[in-house]
């Protein structure tokens, strides 16, 4: 049936794109969209919004782009999300949105994410007017961390008039979409422009101003007069296995060496002062959407040999299909159900090697996947120069241990409801630092529910004075 085949999204090339950083996935053009944009059909149920973490009234800017007003789109877009074209290019939409399409049922999902992109930089281009604000200032917030859950928090809380403040330890807005992810699936520029559409809304930004060393959040309370505090912090700390020669000269971390490519410009090197030693060959351990970033980045740095190294098979890869697949496009291998044992190391302290374990499945274990369970006397050795550990990260501690009355899990994680209130009052926390790492849209979509939240909390706290 012609109306279940999704339109496919021009782009590089897989020799040409592991050459250079530029975005691999070139976006729909306006005759592209509008016929992709057809395919929909307008369901009155629209169970496609209950998939969306935001609630982008998903129908409703798809209309306007079957009727070429992409300025409406983008505007019906925005009611809801403030960073369309970061989420466009980045949400895992076949695990949401598009999972609930009618279509999806007989044929393909329409490509609401690919749409979603395509009118969000219509909207960068034309540079579109910023949404209305409240006239006069309900009061003063501050944001702590200027990742996804912090940047929706801020415009939410700015459209509804607050005086609003985002403190950012890093020299950079955008947390792990200006770190984490690589440009050639998340163009700086295209975050940059984002935030300074929240900044045409009233927001403040000051970077470098680390919670917890800089200034406490008491002080936020007792010295800068703010009335609500929400703590966005994400999840920065990463995880190791603890297994010998991780302090090996070449072992990174995923944060570790994602951040000195993407917001250190490590591929600029010599113009930019942060080089990456990987070597000719290199293993990234891990399979989420971190290590395909990884693995991916060390290609276009010169790697020769990449390797994805994953304890499971290639079913139970965590990584979104597409970063899999272009991975596998762009000459990433992969060692399945191999789990690393040991990293070796040459007498100057530099990697030498990875000594690994072949595994096999056993009974699913409380994820859902199946164990794997290692297979006696299989052990190989994998020449490498540089390791990237790419399973996983947790909360940076520092906020939570300078906050007298901030009650926290055995992981660290800030204890919060649904609504982002925690245990100290005013204060409010939303995304990674309570879930644990998740997506950008499940953040965003709590920093939607504490601007609520803290709106509803100011609101009677002004009342009661009154």
């Not at 960073?83 to 049922?105: F, M, S, T, W, Y």
């Not at 209305?132 to 809380?157: H, S």
């Not at 609520?452 to 609101?459: E, G, K, N, P, S």
């Amino acid at each position: 049936m012609l109306m279940s085949l999704r339109h496919k999204m021009p782009e590089q090339t897989p020799d040409e794109r592991r050459k250079n950083f530029k975005e691999v996935t070139l976006g729909y053009t306006a005759d592209i969209a509008k016929a992709e944009a057809d395919r929909c059909l307008q369901c009155k149920t629209a169970p496609c919004r209950q998939g969306c973490p935001v609630e982008v009234n998903i129908p409703a800017f798809i209309k306007h782009l079957r009727e070429d007003r992409p300025d409406q789109a983008v505007a019906e877009i925005k009611q809801k999300n403030n960073l369309p074209a970061v989420c466009g290019r980045v949400c895992p939409q076949e695990h949401q949105c598009e999972k609930l399409c009618v279509l999806a049922k007989k044929g393909q999902p329409v490509a609401i994410g690919r749409l979603e992109r395509f009118a969000a930089d219509y909207g960068l281009s034309c540079d579109c007017e910023p949404r209305e604000v409240g006239a006069e200032p309900l009061g003063k917030v501050a944001i702590i961390g200027a990742g996804p859950a912090g940047l929706t928090a801020a415009g939410d809380l700015a459209c509804l008039g607050y005086d609003v403040t985002v403190f950012e330890a890093l020299h950079e807005p955008g947390g792990v979409l200006m770190y984490g992810i690589p440009e050639f699936r998340l163009p700086k520029s295209i975050v940059r422009k984002e935030i300074d559409g929240l900044k045409q809304l009233g927001v403040t930004i000051e970077v470098n101003a680390i919670a917890g060393k800089t200034f406490t959040i008491d002080e936020l309370f007792e010295e800068e007069g703010f009335e609500a505090v929400f703590i966005g912090t994400g999840a920065g700390l990463p995880h190791f296995m603890d297994i010998p020669g991780e302090n090996l000269n070449g072992v990174y971390s995923a944060n570790e060496f994602l951040t000195r490519v993407n917001l250190m410009k490590a591929y600029q090197f010599p113009q930019s002062g942060t080089p990456v030693h990987i070597g000719k060959n290199v293993a990234v351990v891990g399979a989420g959407n971190v290590a395909m970033d990884s693995a991916r980045t060390a290609l276009r740095l010169g790697a020769e040999n990449v390797y994805i190294v994953y304890r499971r098979s290639e079913a139970e890869i965590p990584a979104r299909a597409e970063e899999l697949e272009h991975a596998k496009e762009e000459g990433v291998q992969f060692h399945l159900l191999t789990a690393p044992v040991r990293i070796m190391g040459s007498e100057k302290g530099w990697v030498s090697g990875l000594e690994c374990i072949r595994m096999e499945l056993g009974e699913p274990d409380k994820s859902g996947r199946r164990r794997p369970i290692p297979v006696e006397g299989s052990e190989y050795t994998l020449d490498v120069d540089a390791v990237v550990m790419a399973i996983g990260q947790g909360p940076n501690p520092l906020v939570q241990h300078t906050t007298p009355g901030l009650e926290v899990n055995k992981n660290g994680n800030i204890i919060a409801n649904e609504a982002g209130f925690t245990s100290k009052e005013g204060v409010f926390a939303g995304g990674d630092i309570v879930t644990g790492a998740a997506t950008v849209i499940l953040a965003m979509g709590a920093g939607k529910k504490a601007a609520v939240a803290i709106h509803q909390f100011l609101q009677e706290k002004h009342a009661v004075k009154e």
